[in-house]
């Protein structure tokens, strides 16, 4: 059974910086895509960023790019996001989700994720 355990998130100050973890576990991930995914109070789910768990293909965001770096610790099977110049709209509850990648590692899209973690709280004051 897979599990997906989120952290890092908090409180921090627009223009600050965070880096989110996310602790995979109960499956061997060579053949996963690893998502963040973020959803603000009346919002809809959205894609954050995505990356292939050899590291060699990401996708972010148009906004978040530049700002965010998804990236991935194979041996402590983590992957992390480090968000920079945070600002208030990137506020939500960031969710990290596992997709087994089938012909392409390209899932950007929250229906194509079937495992999820439970969600941490980003909050970016102004």
């Known amino acids: 059974q897979v599990q997906l355990v989120e952290s890092g998130g908090g409180l921090v100050q627009a223009g600050g910086s965070l880096r989110l973890s996310c602790a995979a576990s109960g499956r061997t991930f060579s053949r996963y895509t690893m998502g963040w995914f973020r959803q603000a109070p009346g919002k809809e789910r959205e894609s954050v960023a995505h990356i292939s768990w050899s590291g060699g293909n990401t996708y972010y965001a148009d906004s978040v790019k530049g700002r965010f770096a998804i990236s991935i610790d194979n041996a402590k099977n983590t992957v992390y996001l480090q968000m920079n110049s945070l600002k208030p709209e990137d506020t939500a509850v960031y969710y990290c989700?596992?997709?087994?990648?089938?012909?392409?590692?390209?899932?950007?899209?929250?229906?194509?994720?079937?495992?999820w973690g439970q969600g941490t709280q980003v909050t970016v004051s102004s």
């Open positions: 989700a596992a997709a087994l990648s089938g012909g392409s590692w390209y899932y950007t899209r929250a229906y194509e994720y079937p495992y």
